[in-house]
T-cell receptor, first 112, second 111 residues
Framework: KAGVTQTPRYLIKTRGQQVTLSCSPISGHRSVSWYQQTPGQGLQFLFEYFSETQRNKGNFPGRFSGRQFSNSRSEMNVSTLELGDSALYLCASGLGDTDTQYFGPGTRLTVL | GENVEQHPSTLSVQEGDSAVIKCTYSDSASNYFPWYKQELGKGPQLIID?????GEKKDQRIAVTLNKTAKHFSLHITETQPEDSAVYFCAAWGGGFKTIFGAGTRLFVKA
């Protein structure tokens, strides 16, 4: 079975721009969670989606948003990028009725 | 709020020795505790997990123990090998469809 895939793998943007990241979960998985990983803050939970519904959201500003499509693929969007948004963005998928999650390789976002 | 503390932040052992990483969680509702290994340039990989109705679980050289009363859980790696060198994260899931991660332990295994 193919693992979680994330595109793009690397992205460079400038302050004020917006960005969209994509995540394709493992086949059959209906839950997708997003995390931000930085050296100083570790792995921080952004949001979780199941069957196109956001079930929980972390403590991030409204500039961070996400959505999930009917095929369980998910996207997250960051608007008005700030330097501090530079991070590795990870998504993880799961069946949704259990708590086990499997991570993708991440998208490395650099904001200049 | 929910919190997971992880110690030590860095651990250096000699090949063949054992390594132990300890975590403490704050949310009494937590009932699932996964451990992840992250290598450079990769996403975290699930290596073992334990549920609150189990006190210990073992998978070859890796074992995890859970003390619900003290809200402690630990990862034990025996007979360490250079390929065990990575960053290890503990985590706690307590419902709310949200996993809280520890800050990570960088493990160095010296050949």
């Amino acid at each position: 079975k193919a693992g979680v895939t994330q595109t793009p793998r690397y992205l460079i943007k400038t302050r004020g721009q917006q960005v969209t990241l994509s995540c394709s979960p493992i086949s059959g998985h209906r839950s997708v969670s997003w995390y931000q990983q930085t050296p100083g803050q570790g792995l921080q939970f952004l949001f979780e989606y199941f069957s196109e519904t956001q079930r929980n959201k972390g403590n991030f500003p409204g500039r961070f948003s996400g959505r999930q499509f009917s095929n369980s693929r998910s996207e997250m969007n960051v608007s008005t990028l700030e330097l501090g948004d530079s991070a590795l963005y990870l998504c993880a998928s799961g069946l949704g009725d259990t708590d086990t999650q499997y991570f993708g390789p991440g998208t490395r976002l650099t904001v200049l | 709020g929910e919190n997971v503390e992880q110690h030590p932040s860095t651990l250096s052992v000699q090949e063949g020795d054992s390594a132990v990483i300890k975590c403490t969680y704050s949310d009494s509702a937590s009932n699932y505790f996964p451990w992840y290994k992250q290598e450079l340039g990769k996403g975290p990989q699930l290596i073992i997990d334990i549920r609150s109705n189990v006190g210990e679980k073992k998978d070859q050289r890796i074992a995890v123990t859970l003390n619900k009363t003290a809200k402690h859980f630990s990862l034990h790696i025996t007979e360490t090998q250079p390929e065990d060198s990575a960053v290890y994260f503990c985590a706690a899931w307590g419902g709310g469809f949200k996993t809280i991660f520890g800050a990570g332990t960088r493990l160095f295994v010296k050949a």
